[in-house]
Structure formats: C-alpha cells, structure tokens
C-alpha cells in the first residue's frame, strides 16, 4: 500500500477487508465508503486505551480467550487436591474404656480347659463370657462362706506359698510350668469380686496363688451347674443379658 501510494502520488484509503460490506452497500444504495463506520469497540478503544485491557480486544480487532489477550495464557485449572473438603480431627472420648477397664479381670495359672467350659455355656446361653465365669465364682464363694466347699491348703516344697492342688512325688519330676504361661481376661468382673479374690487367696487368707484358687472355684461351681444345684437364667436388659443364679440347696 506504501508503495503504491508513493508510485501514483495521489491519497488512497485505507482497505476495506470486510466481504459483508460490499452486499450492504449495494442493498443499501450507499458506497463502501459511506457503509464503512467504525463499530462501538473501535470508537471505544480510540477514546479510552484502558478499554483494551478491560474488554480483551486487542488493535488487531481478535477476543483472546475468556476475555483476555491473546498474548496471555489461560490460568490454569485449580487444584483437585484444594477441592476437597478434609474433616476436622476428632478427639474420641475414652470414658466408655476407662469406666470398663476397672471390670476387666486378668489371671495367671487358671486351668485353660475350665475358662473354654466358661465360654461354652456363654455361647449356649448368648451372654458374655465374663458374666457367666462372675456367677460361677459368686456361687462358689457363696458356698464356701455357707460352710458346703472347703478349701485345704496344704505346704508346697518348690514354693513358699500354699497350694490347692498338692502333687505326688512321681509328678514332681515333671514340672507344670506350661498352666503359669496361660493368661485368661474375663470383662465385665466388679471391683468388688476382684477384691474378695485377692483378700482369699493372699496372706491373710488362704496364702494361695489366686489361679489355683479361680480354678477350685470354677471346679465346683461348673460341677454345680452340670448337677443343676446352679441355674444360669439370662434376663433381658436394655443391650444384653443378665445372669442371675439360683441355689437349690
């Protein structure tokens, strides 16, 4: 266009670039000249250079995308990550355990096979195991106040304590430390049971590991219960069962 300009010496205008506007003209009865007006971004532009950046249309008469410069590039996408929504930690309240580790009762030496009889007759009667190993012992503790169960300890050699449960001089030879190594927990035991257990079977009482003592007890209590003298009656209550027994004699 310069050089043409400056070969014919004569003023041209600027190009029209616009196909839609030589069928409006002719329409319209009007020249390319007079139907060339600027449009409202153009005056708009030329008025306020902040409209640019305000509108995202550039001189050149492009949109970039999302209303911006061509020249800048789109903000990227956030993060998956920074969408989701993490809850707040919690701190769990721990009464329940505390409140329930004062009835969990833990003995060393008590006969494996008597504690899986326990579990048995729990299952039978769909109660907890500790509930029904608590009426077993409360039973034989009642009878052994009552004057029916007698508990004869007698001097154990290998140790300074009594014992319940003697053994004769060809057992001897074979020590049973196996029993010490079983450890059974029983929950749901009172504070007060536990004490009267430990009261019989330390110094002032029978002087007896409290194992062997648990064991005597679940012997005749479960004998009992096998005879019927001890009758386990589950009795509904808001979650679970309660045993209550019953002494014929």
Request: contains cysteine; proline residues 8%.
């Amino acid at each position: 266009m310069k050089n043409l300009q400056a070969r014919s010496k004569v003023s041209l205008l600027p190009p029209i670039h616009q196909s839609a506007l030589f069928r409006t003209c002719t329409s319209e009865g009007g020249t390319i000249f007079e139907m060339n007006q600027p449009s409202y971004c153009e005056k708009a532009s030329d008025a306020d250079p902040a409209w640019n950046e305000v509108s995202g249309v550039e001189k050149t008469g492009r949109r970039g995308p999302v209303g911006k410069k061509d020249s800048e590039a789109p903000a990227p996408p956030p993060s998956l990550h920074g969408l989701l929504q993490v809850a707040a930690p919690r701190k769990r309240n721990r009464q329940w355990e505390k409140h329930q580790q004062s009835r969990k009762a833990v003995y060393r030496g008590v006969d494996p096979k008597l504690a899986l009889k326990v579990k048995a007759i729990a299952d039978d009667l769909l109660m907890p195991t500790g509930e029904v190993a608590c009426a077993v012992l409360e039973y034989a503790l009642q009878s052994y106040g009552r004057g029916d169960f007698d508990l004869h300890p007698q001097p154990d050699p290998e140790r300074m304590r009594m014992t319940l449960f003697p053994r004769s001089d060809s057992s001897r030879k074979k020590p049973l430390k196996a029993l010490w190594r079983v450890v059974t927990t029983w929950r749901g035991f009172s504070p007060e049971l536990k004490q009267e257990l430990a009261a019989l079977a330390s110094e002032d009482g029978l002087h007896v590991p409290i194992g062997e003592l648990i064991t005597a007890l679940l012997r005749f209590g479960l004998k009992a219960y096998e005879t019927g003298l001890l009758r386990l009656e589950p009795k509904p209550k808001s979650t679970a069962f309660r045993l209550t027994h019953k002494d014929k004699g």
